[in-house]
């Protein structure tokens, strides 16, 4: 039921209970009148309908801020009560009076039915207005925690959104650091090489002129043997680094499959726990939708291992989902 159908219940009650007022106090008005009438002085029987105007008055006060101080949730206490109960009784009394002073007690039946129906309508209207504020405090404050919900969802969207932006930012920011890195080493080795080239080029020159056949041939024989020791110093080298780079990518592999197990033991683990007695703590929680999101178990059954809502759970694997979405859309890029 909606705060519209709620709205509209409160309004019949208020206009029913307006009528039955008016109508109490008209039937009381005409029946009171003339038991005045004729316990008054002659002269002053022109007051007769002041008495009961004056206690339908009262009825109408009492009946009206109830119903203020229902809608707002608040209490007036013991006077408020006694007014109400006392008002009532003098209405009762007063319209069964003539009837009950003539022993007609069909008139007393008759007589009693507006009294008693006012004041049980003013009881009613009373307890109903009551749950009836009850019932739209209960609301909105529901509609407000959703509210909440909605905003605090949002906002974890957007800051997901903007760390996977920044982060994307940072790694395009790092490719092309390391690309002007590497671009500027080659461009220093092969500066390096050109002018070992040079100078070594001077010096075989320099060597030709200087020195007769002999030394220039022990001394080509000198750089062809320190060309081969340096081919196989270079070799040696691209060999370790051979080695070092698979003993990197052995610890690399080993290191992986080592969290990859580790993950696996702890998901097992998680799925293997059972529907949760109680709510989870949030770290575990988040563990254990995500070991949920892996092995591909539906929201509600991972509500159920964690213990928190279903539309708690939904925005979970929404971000996980996003969150296995973009290294594949960055992958596809590259």
Same mark, same amino acid.
């Given at each position: 039921m909606n705060g519209v159908q709620i709205r509209s219940a409160e309004r019949a009650l208020s206009v029913g209970t307006w009528l039955i007022v008016a109508g109490a106090m008209l039937?009381?008005?005409l029946t009171?009148?003339?038991l005045m009438a004729a316990h008054t002085p002659e002269a002053w029987r022109w007051t007769a309908p002041i008495l009961p105007l004056v206690v339908d008055a009262a009825v109408v006060i009492v009946v009206r801020l109830d119903s203020v101080l229902a809608r707002l949730g608040g209490h007036g206490g013991r006077w408020p009560i006694a007014l109400r109960w006392m008002t009532g009784?003098?209405?009762l009394a007063l319209n069964v009076a003539d009837s009950a002073l003539r022993k007609d007690l069909v008139g007393v039946a008759v007589h009693a039915v507006a009294p008693l129906l006012l004041i049980v309508t003013a009881e009613t209207?009373? *307890?109903y207005r009551r749950a009836i504020t009850a019932a739209l405090a209960a609301m909105q404050q529901h509609e407000q925690a959703e509210r909440i919900e909605r &905003?605090?969802?949002a906002t974890e969207r957007a800051q997901a959104a903007e760390l996977r932006e920044r982060e994307a930012r940072e790694f395009e920011a790092r490719l092309a650091r390391e690309q002007r890195d590497h671009e500027a080493a080659l461009a220093r080795e092969q500066a390096d090489r050109e &002018?070992? *080239?040079q100078r070594e080029e001077r010096q075989r020159a320099a060597a030709i002129e200087a020195a007769v056949r002999a030394e220039r041939e022990r001394r080509e024989h000198e750089r062809e043997q320190q060309r081969v020791e340096r081919e196989r110093l270079e070799r040696e080298a691209v060999a370790r680094a051979e080695r070092q780079r698979r003993d990197r990518e052995e610890r690399a592999a080993r290191e992986q499959l080592e969290q990859a197990e580790r993950v696996e033991r702890e998901r097992a683990q998680l799925l293997a726990a059972g529907p949760a007695q109680e709510q989870q703590g949030k770290d575990l929680a988040l563990r254990t939708v995500a070991a949920a999101f892996d092995a591909g178990l539906? =929201?509600?059954a991972a509500a159920e291992l964690c213990g928190w809502s279903t539309g708690? =759970?939904?925005g979970r694997y929404q971000e996980l989902r996003d969150n296995h979405s973009v290294p594949a859309l960055e992958g596809a890029s590259q």
């Open positions: 039937y009381s008005i009171v009148t003339p009784c003098m209405t209207g009373l *307890a &905003e605090k969802a &002018e070992r *080239a539906s =929201v509600r708690w =759970v939904t």
